[in-house]
């Protein structure tokens, strides 16, 4: 995903994620592997996870949004992110977060969800 700037103030909306954490990659196929029941395409492809943080002591927090605020699942989505990270091996703690701002737009899809979605 892009990197999203306020454009008033030019300063980024949400802090990049820790790519270069040795979990990070374990982290990002966890949260490939949960759905939003009505999209057949998982909430990374989505971009529905916007910032991934992982610390040195194994405590991850993941920063996430929904498609939309009225979504019927927006009370358990963050835990179903939870559910996936926390049984990873060097995470001690997760905590997922749900952000509206930057909202969510299908320009933050990546182009494998486009491709399953149709909209290429």
Same mark, same amino acid.
Do not use: F
């Given at each position: 995903?892009?990197?999203?700037?306020?454009?008033?103030?030019?300063?980024?909306?949400?802090?990049?994620?820790?790519?270069?954490?040795?979990?990070?990659?374990?982290?990002?196929e966890a949260c490939r592997s949960v759905y939003d029941p009505e999209i057949?395409?998982?909430?990374?492809?989505?971009?529905? +996870?916007?910032?991934? =943080?992982?610390?040195? $002591?194994?405590? *991850?927090?993941?920063?996430? /949004?929904?498609?939309?605020?009225?979504?019927?699942?927006?009370?358990?989505?963050?835990?179903?992110?939870?559910?996936? +990270?926390?049984?990873? =091996?060097?995470?001690? $703690?997760?905590? *997922?977060?749900?952000?509206? /701002?930057?909202?969510?737009?299908?320009?933050?899809?990546?182009?494998e969800a486009r491709l399953e979605l149709g909209f290429m």
């Open positions: 995903m892009t990197e999203m700037i306020d454009p008033i103030e030019g300063t980024p909306l949400i802090a990049p994620s820790d790519t270069g954490h040795p979990l990070y990659e374990n982290i990002v057949p395409v998982n909430i990374y492809d989505l971009g529905l +996870i916007y910032t991934i =943080e992982i610390n040195d $002591q194994g405590e *991850v927090r993941v920063l996430m /949004s929904l498609t939309a605020p009225g979504c019927p699942v927006a009370g358990e989505m963050p835990g179903w992110v939870a559910e996936a +990270i926390e049984p990873l =091996e060097g995470v001690k $703690q997760v905590d *997922v977060e749900l952000v509206w /701002s930057p909202p969510w737009g299908m320009d933050m899809m990546s182009d």
